[in-house]
């Protein structure tokens, strides 16, 4: 590996309304197909991030791990930036004579964090993507794959008040400025 | 006159005067007026002109199905045109001017049109297309542009934010008034989450002004406790100012909330869109009162009986000292009731029911009103404002019997229910001819996924107008909302409803039934479009039978008011001139939105930076800050070229072609599509994907591929290298990485699902720097690459490097026919090797190139650009692309397309060279004529530019085309038409202009 810096695409940019934005990261991110009810699937995610297959629409935790169910056939991995070599190592080789595909796109994202005490947060991102997020309906743990503005993106909610949300990294800056847009001042009543 | 009562006003807070503007004069106003009711107390009766007529108009309602009383609002970045003041909450400070006058409201000049309005009757406008034909484009459509239209387009960009909100419940209720408060009521106490919202600022409809008593309490006192009851129940959203403005397919709903109209000076966003997803909605959208057809129903001071109620209850405004009720229903009669309570003088009701009515006119008589039995308006006395009522027979033809002498004209034709939302989507209407009335046919309601009905009316919205049949209803129909959503619905009480009742009202369509022309001719049914009883009955002489052609003819129900008070009324009218039954001749389609909304609602956020998403890769800004001149590549922005001071377009594109091909180019190709394709199955995806072999290449080579859709047509191009031997990565064009990669899913998915591969879309993991030119490998050297000597890094292979100190892969590929890298490296490692290649290269004379400098020098070397040479309709064949076409596969996408006669045919024209005689560049697309015509007298041609550029290097136009049998043709001179008449002679050449034996690249 080399020395050069890396850097995330906003270099951390953050903006303070009535929630919080900020970009996070770097992050090392894996994108692995496979068969996920497959036992040694199962067994090669929990080798690498200590956390159990996620089901439909939701994540799983360990330590400072993640894994994200995109779809029926696809995870996403996240892990220790500068992890993801290793990481990669050890999938192929648990993996080994098994069907998958494996693939760092640790720089292919932006990841953002956004949160603020109470509802604020859920009412930023219900201006933005489609999704059934009040209270009761969406919570920690749970993940929506859908669209942020015009752009796709997925998020988590990692605990109440707080989540985390991944775009293609060509429009980390959209998607930051379309956040920061909706957290703007209001004095309109909040809905949840 | 009209001005404020000392007493009263149910809505307004006399505590907050406000002090606003109409025209530029000052009016004071409280707190809970309307911009009409504020303007009304101020004796402004007068507050825009007609669309085609200019005549002289006023408000004719109190809501939103205000015809007439229209106006610009704001001015500068706030101003918006269109606004009904009926609708307009007055603020302090409010601006706001009358429209479609010229030169003042007061003395218009249009006017002239009024007098000449039996030269403009019902389809003017067609029948100005039709003959003589001049007349269109040199007399009527100067004058009608300069007369017609409504408010001036805003000049200034909209100062104010706008946003979305994605809303989700089960039980969706439009309207706020004692139906949907009662019927959200039910859902909520059931558990489900309910949205339940109110155009209006204030709960409760037009009840509290009708009256009556529920439960035993006053209608205001049942209604607060509603809403109490509502708001304490966390599952219930509940929003005022907030309009349901469409429904949809599949329980899909939007909301049109106006958040900061009121109070300009709130912080945020002036309008939120709700997008809702309901599994029912409910609509009680209550019912609106219909006009009377009667000579000069128009003139400022006729309006609606229960709008005149509402100016007097809920505002305090006296509309007159003496106002007349004229009628066909009972409901009216409360009008009088109101005008009589408020110390005004009802000289005369006017029924046109020959025996009048129930309990109500027994009321009003015995409060001293004269009841005047069998009547109607022969017509109304007064120009800008009433005067009188020529009163005469219902029954006759309008001769004038006594003329009533007043202020004001309350007529009411009885009551339609509002159906708009339910009908959206679909929901169908049966004629009630009792109550003379379309009301929603239960039992073809909208239906969703699951074939049930999503959509239910609750109150006046289902037909009843009575107050105990609209609690019933509404009680009902929430039980039924909720349960349809899935929960158990509490058997709901109906409370008890002291009302007065009424007697049934008798249909009267013309006033008097047998109105002469004259008075027909000055019988306004859309107020706002200027269409009268003449034109629809015009219309039905012309042969118009269709109740959807007799709307665009004459224009009924056109304007931005949809018709909502007209509708009916000319419906009727055109039925009676067919001799057709109402049920027959049916309705106009109702479409959302339910009134305009704003443009600004629409967009939401997107607007300014936010407007379309930007994509950028990790070397954007550097080039940004270099001098890049942008073009859009889809959502990409790329540089086109890198102008220096005082540089042109041309001349930069010149510059970055030459130092390319002289000494070292650089390209960020970061935007170029990536797509890996692993599995045991890889190599047979491989070959069914692209036209050529796939499966054959070695680990760590590249090819260059070609891939088709089903029919054959070319769609997308790049390199293929094989990264290992079940792993293949997939260049594709900067256009193709998305839909490519969806192509390549859809195949896995519907057709392949058994084969094992599985694909991923890096495209944006990597930057992708092109290092070009005779000193790119010196380059490479300098930073460090090890074997990258031509045997060790041959042409077409790939090879992990470190450059600068940073892990790459670097793939020697070439669109330019120059020695070529490109270079590979995690995204966030980007712009590091890029300001370490372009430092290291300053020795070199290292230039950034664009896109243009990208398409000549591939033009140079007669490459094919998807887009270019390809525009869907081109197959590989075409571009003399065989050699890429494998021979040996049983099958790949497109392969059995190509095999058709059609496609497999010597006359499709074919990619050759092209160069302009006198060395000038031929037009982008310019086609090469042929001998003679064909059927249309077209000249014939015989082939098209496809690319055609100014090569600096070889100093003349290049071109490439596609032409009849042209390889066959090589050195034929052709003439293509320059587009101005003229022609320009082009010879038919080898495509490879430059380099035609490849020795640049290969070194």
Known sequence: MSDAKSVTPLQGAKFDGIATVQEIGPRGMITLRGTLSDATFAAAVEAVTGCTVPAQRKASFSGGNAVLWMTPDELMLMLPAGSVAGALETLAEKLAGVHHLAADVSDARALFRLSAPGVAAREVLARLAPVDIAPGQFGPGDLRRTRVGQVAAAFIMVEEGVFELVCFRSVARYVFDLLADACGETTAQPVF | MSTRLATGGRLLNRGAAYSFSFNGASFRGYEGDTLASALLANDQLLMGRSFKYH???????????????????????????NQRATTTELFDGLKARSQNHWPSLDFDVGVVNNSLSRFLPAGFYYKTFIAPRPFWKHLYEPIIRHSAGLGAAPKDLDEDRYEHFYAFCDVLVIGGGIAGLTAALAAGEAGARVILMEQTSHWGG????????????????????????????????????????????????LGYERLTDHAPRNIGPRHRLWRIRAARIVTATGAIERPLAFAGNDVPGVMLASALRDYVVNYAV??????????????????????????????????ARPNGGGVLAAEAEAAGISVRKGMGIAKVEGGKRVTGAAICAQAGEGAVLETIPCDAIAMSGGWSPVVHLWSHCGGKLLWDDATAMFRPDPARPPLGADGQGYVLTAGS????????????DAVEVGAQAVTGAGFTAAAG??????IAAESALEPVWMMPQGAEYKLRAKAWLDFQNDVKVSDVQLAAREGYESVEHTKRYTTLGMATDQGKLSNINGLAVLSQALNA???????????PPYTPISFGAIAGAARGDVFQPLRRTPIHEWLDSHGADWEPV????????????????HAAVDREVKATRASLGLLDASTLGKILVKGPDAGRFMDMLYTNMMSTLKPGRCRYGLMCNENGFLMDDGVVVRLDEDTFLCHTTTGGAEHIHAHMEEWLQTEWWDWKVYTANVTEQYAQIAVVGPKARKLLEKLGGQGVSGEDFPFMTMKDLTLGGIAVRAFRISFSGELSYEIAVPASKGLALWEAIWDAGQEFGITPYGTEALHVLRAEKGFIMIGDETDGTVIPQDLGLHWAISKKKEDYIGKRAQARSFMDNPNRWSLVGLETVDGSVLPEGALAVAEGDNANGQRNTQGRVTSTYHSPTLGRGIAMGLVLHGPDRMGEVLDFADGKGGFIKAKIVDQVFFDKDGDKQNV
């Open chain 2, 581 to 591: 039954p109402i049920p027959q001749v049916g309705t106009t389609t109702f479409r």
């Open chain 2, 55 to 81: 005549r002289p108009r006023g408000p004719v309602a109190s809501g939103a199905e205000e015809p007439n009383a229209l106006v610009g609002l704001g001015e500068g970045a706030t101003f918006e045109p």
């Open chain 2, 634 to 649: 889809g959502q990409w922005r790329r540089p086109f070229c890198f102008p220096k001071a005082g540089e042109s377009r």
């Open chain 2, 318 to 351: 006296s509309p007159g000292d003496r106002v007349v009720v004229v009628t066909n229903n009972d409901d009216a009669y409360r009008t009088a009731l109101a005008v009589k309570a408020a110390g005004l003088t009802v000289p005369a009701i006017i029924d």
């Open chain 2, 206 to 253: 037009r009840t509290p002004v009708d009256g009556g008593t529920i439960g035993g309490v006053a209608a205001q006192a049942h209604i607060d406790a509603l809403v109490s009851k509502l708001e304490a129940l966390p599952n219930v959203t509940m929003r005022l100012r907030c309009m349901g403005s469409g429904v949809y397919d599949h329980g899909y709903a």
């Open chain 2, 461 to 472: 919205a289902s037909g009843p107008m009575g107050l105990a049949e609209v609690l019933a």
């Open chain 2, 493 to 498: 009480d109906v409370l008890p409803v002291d």
